[in-house]
């Protein structure tokens, strides 16, 4: 089983998601609740009250204090207890623990870990998914099977032809090589497919407009253990970035993927799809919603069925590798090195 990395930033939550409500989320096998305080910031402490474990995120606010559902402990966006019922004394040990918590590129990043290690310039960016002149679509599914499953799936996409077809497969996908390259210190991994004179798939013919043939690129950037981006270039065969680097008569799509274990054997899937195309046609942002959608959903039907095939294998089973395999492998290497073993 791929282990959990500790000490690490991962996505909890869109910041959209998060507002007056009290949002309970568990990340690395560790319940949290997520709140804004009324400067608009954002509060997460574990989701359970010292007092008899009931969870804070079925609780209530009052300002910005969490008042516990159960007996009424209360608690300040610090996790320190501010009242207990039927006794002024309020016991020192009456607090919960608070998490390290950043908001960036429309993403709340929770640090899992020790907290004085929390160094939020370690975070890595997906600016594309804030910045004007482009348009995202989003959306978050729970799976039922372990995260190292998703980064399997995630840094081969030779499966796109065989699990996406009529979406984002064609044949070419499975059939072009890839290169891969390892960054050790910075821990990620890069994964190109470079196509050349290819079949566009129905998920970039509709949204782009573009008809007929493309050259269409899938540069993959994984930072272990949570941030997934793959950069991919849509443009007419035989158009190429211009020497100066403009890149304007291409279509570019950055799809993001924060992959946050939730339990040793779910994971939450949060995906996002960013473009520079068609940024204003709603219609193009409902179908590129919709269709992503669809393939994730592909994805989570695959792998929760992979889990179950997992859970019920004689121990030391031996998979086969090849070649599609080398940024699989990389991340798995990377990841354990995180945990470390
Ligand atoms: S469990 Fe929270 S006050 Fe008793
Ligand atoms: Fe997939």
Redesign the pocket.
Known sequence: MTAFVRNQWYVAAYSQEVGDDLLGRTILGEPVVLYRLRDGSVTVLADR??????P?SL?HRNGDQIV??????TYEPTGACAY??AQTRIPRTARVPSYPVVERDSLVWVWIGEPERADPAAIPRAPWLDRPGWAVVRGMEPLAARYGLLVDNLLDLSHETYLHGGYIGTPEVAETPITTEVDEDGAVVHVRRRMKDVECPPFYAKSTGIAGRIDRWQDIEYHAPCLYLLHSRIAPTGVEPASDGDDSAACHAEIVYAITPETPTSTLDFWMVARDFAVDDDEVSRYLAESNRTVVLQDVVALNVLEKVIAAEPEGYQELSINIDTGGLAARRLLRKLAGQ
């Open positions: 009250c010292v007092h008899r474990r009931y804070l609780s516990c559902g159960y007996h009424g402990f207990v019922p």
